[in-house]
């Protein structure tokens, strides 16, 4: 592959390939962003993340024990990947997506 390819793909906004990685998933979202800097600043997007974490994210953070630290969205999903108590410690709550959640936390991260 020429590096005119790496242009190419460098031509399109940022905002159309935000959309793109927002359809994938938080794997492919994390090797897509070693393509080109376009692709690496739509990948740390909340837009992309925040489509990553369950619908009821707002309520499940609400309802946490303890407030979480995170100033990105990717870093919320992180965080969720972790067991977090809620509703006063009776209930256990965690993403489960294998694929990134047994990723090295520097992966997901950087």
């Known amino acids: 592959m020429s590096n005119s390819m790496g ?3 460098d031509m ?4 159309c390939v935000s959309t793109i990685l927002s359809f994938t998933s938080p794997t492919d979202t994390f090797r897509s ?3 080109s800097s376009t692709f ?8 992309v993340w925040e489509r990553f974490l369950p619908a009821d994210y707002k309520d499940v953070v609400s309802r946490l024990d303890s407030p ?3 100033t990105a969205m990717k870093e919320l999903f992180h965080c ?5 108590l809620i509703d ?3 209930k256990n709550y965690f ?13 997901l991260l950087n």
Do not use: H, Q
Request: aromatic share 10%; proline share 7%.
């Open 68 to 70: 979480l630290t995170y």
């Open 95 to 107: 993403l489960w997506t294998f694929e990134v959640c047994t990723k090295p936390k520097k992966d």
């Open 88 to 90: 006063g410690g009776r």
């Open 80 to 84: 969720l990947c972790n067991p977090v």
């Open 12 to 15: 399109l906004p940022e905002d």
């Open 33 to 35: 962003s070693m393509v």
């Open 7 to 9: 242009g190419v793909i």
């Open 40 to 47: 690496r600043s739509a990948a740390e997007s909340d837009f």
